[in-house]
C-alpha cells in the first residue's frame, strides 16, 4: 500500500513521494504542462502523481511497467559500477586520473633520453663512421632508450 505524504511538498519530498531521484523530478517538473509549485516553492503532490500519470511516468506508488524496467537499468548500473570497482580494487583497471601524471614523468623522461642519445652524444660519435657502422650506432641507441623506457613503464 503507498505511503500517504501531505499535499504539499518541496521538490525532494516530491522526489521521495514519487521515489524517483531529485534531478528526476526536476526534470518532469520542468515540462511543459508539469504542475507549477506555489508561491513558496511548493508543489501539490496530488496534481504531480496526477500529471506523471497521465505522461505515463512510472512511480513505485503506481507500480507501473515503467518503473520495473527503471528497476531493472538501475540494477544494471549498479551491477556494473560495483564490476568496476573491484576491477580498480584488483588493479585491473586504472584510472586516467590516476595514470596521466605516471605517463606524463615517463615521456618526459623519454625525451629528455632521446635529447641526451642523439642531440648530445651522436653527433661526437659519427665522425669518420661509415653507413653500416652509423645504422648500428642508431639501432644501439634506440635499444637503450626503449629499454629505459620499458623500465619506466614496468614501474607503473
Given at each position: ?76 548500473i549498479e551491477v556494473a559500477r560495483s564490476a568496476l570497482a573491484l576491477q580498480k580494487d584488483r588493479r585491473d583497471v ?61 614501474k607503473l
Open positions: 500500500m503507498p505511503k500517504k505524504f501531505p499535499d504539499l511538498l518541496t521538490l525532494n519530498g516530491l522526489a521521495t513521494a514519487l521515489d524517483i531521484e531529485r534531478r528526476t523530478a526536476a526534470a518532469l517538473m520542468a515540462k511543459p504542462g508539469a504542475p507549477a509549485p506555489n508561491e513558496k516553492g511548493l508543489y501539490s503532490t496530488s496534481q504531480a502523481l496526477a500529471w506523471c500519470t497521465r505522461q505515463g511516468t512510472g512511480t513505485r506508488a503506481m507500480e507501473g511497467t515503467d518503473i520495473q524496467e527503471l528497476r531493472r537499468q538501475k540494477l544494471q586504472v584510472d586516467l586520473a590516476e595514470i596521466t601524471p605516471v605517463l606524463a614523468a615517463a615521456q618526459s623522461g623519454l625525451t629528455a633520453t632521446l635529447r641526451q642519445e642523439f642531440e648530445m652524444m651522436m653527433p661526437s660519435k659519427c665522425k669518420g663512421k661509415g653507413v653500416a657502422e652509423l645504422q648500428q650506432m642508431f639501432a644501439d641507441s634506440v635499444d637503450r632508450v626503449l629499454e629505459l623506457y620499458g623500465q619506466e613503464l614496468g
